[in-house]
């Protein structure tokens, strides 16, 4: 188990981050944006992974892909502005496939049984043949389909639910696990929950902040891990900043969590440090 002094160091460096909260604001980054292809080609983009953790024992069960983009002059940049510059610059599949890529060639330093999730963009869901790709894709960084679940969230499905919904059935078909991620954050739409082959309902952090401080917050938790439950879905709570936080989502039925109460995102050669004892399970 990781201690909670690193856990806490973990979150504290990882505000030194530039997300969309801290640091320069986006018209800074934006000024100092170089080409981000040439960015890509250089190695300035970094895959950095967020464990995920089971309820309520606390065992490492995985990691999430994320982005970080090593800046010259800005230090380290997060994934909202990098995103951003990617869609002013026309290049969010290069970046995207950059991501994931890294990460599959990454899992075959894991232990088996720890999991990778990615996230898949818009226009990926939307591409034809995106499906057969992926799963050729996975072949030849010798990842086991089981081992993998994508992450959609509901602004993919805007216009797309259709080419979504064979999407993600197609995956499914093949082994890999589904996930309706930042639930909460949108229209939470409770129709894509009966018409999508998902596993996992993921809870945007807006949906967990609150339950310390406010009943209807705890209720409407407790009404959504409810419905998962009947639907056949496990959920996954993510945001987890604080003790009490962690221990509400385990009484409610949350069955998988991530937040930097535990660990905040980290570097390749940590996670795989942070995941060998897990070898022994």
């Known amino acids: 188990m990781v201690a909670q002094a690193e856990a806490k160091n973990e979150a504290m460096s990882d505000a030194m981050i530039l997300d969309a909260e801290t640091g320069p604001d986006l018209g800074r980054v934006l000024d100092h944006a170089p080409n981000l292809a040439d960015a890509i080609a250089a190695g300035e983009i970094e895959t950095v992974y967020q464990p995920q953790f089971t309820l309520p024992d606390d065992r490492l069960i995985g990691a999430e892909a994320l982005a970080r983009w090593q800046h010259p002059e800005l230090g380290t940049i997060g994934a909202a502005p990098l995103f951003a510059i990617a869609a002013q610059q026309g290049v969010m599949t290069k970046l995207s496939e950059h991501i994931v890529d890294n990460a599959l060639r990454e899992v075959i330093h894991w232990p088996a049984n720890v999991r990778l999730s990615v996230n ?3 226009e990926e869901v ?22 993998l679940t994508v992450e959609i969230t509901e602004e993919v499905l805007l216009g797309n639910l259709p080419k979504a919904a064979v999407t993600l059935a197609a995956l499914r078909d093949e082994g890999v696990r589904t996930a309706l991620d930042d639930f909460g954050a949108g229209f939470c739409n409770f129709r894509y929950l009966k018409i999508l082959p998902l596993d996992y309902l993921k809870l ?8 310390t401080r406010d009943e209807r917050d705890l209720a409407v938790l407790r009404g959504i891990v409810a419905m998962a439950s009947a639907l ?34 980290m570097s390749a050669m940590r996670f795989r440090e942070l995941a060998l004892p897990q070898a022994a399970f």
């Open 120 to 122: 898949i963009l818009p």
């Open 126 to 147: 939307a591409r034809e043949g995106f499906a057969d790709a992926f799963i050729v894709r996975m072949a030849e960084a010798g990842i086991e389909p089981k081992r």
């Open 204 to 211: 945007d952090r807006s949906m967990v902040e609150g339950i």
């Open 232 to 265: 056949g879905l496990r959920v996954i709570a993510e945001g987890i900043e604080h003790e009490d936080q962690r221990t509400i989502v385990a009484e409610e039925g949350c069955d998988t969590y991530q937040g930097f109460v535990r660990a905040a995102p």
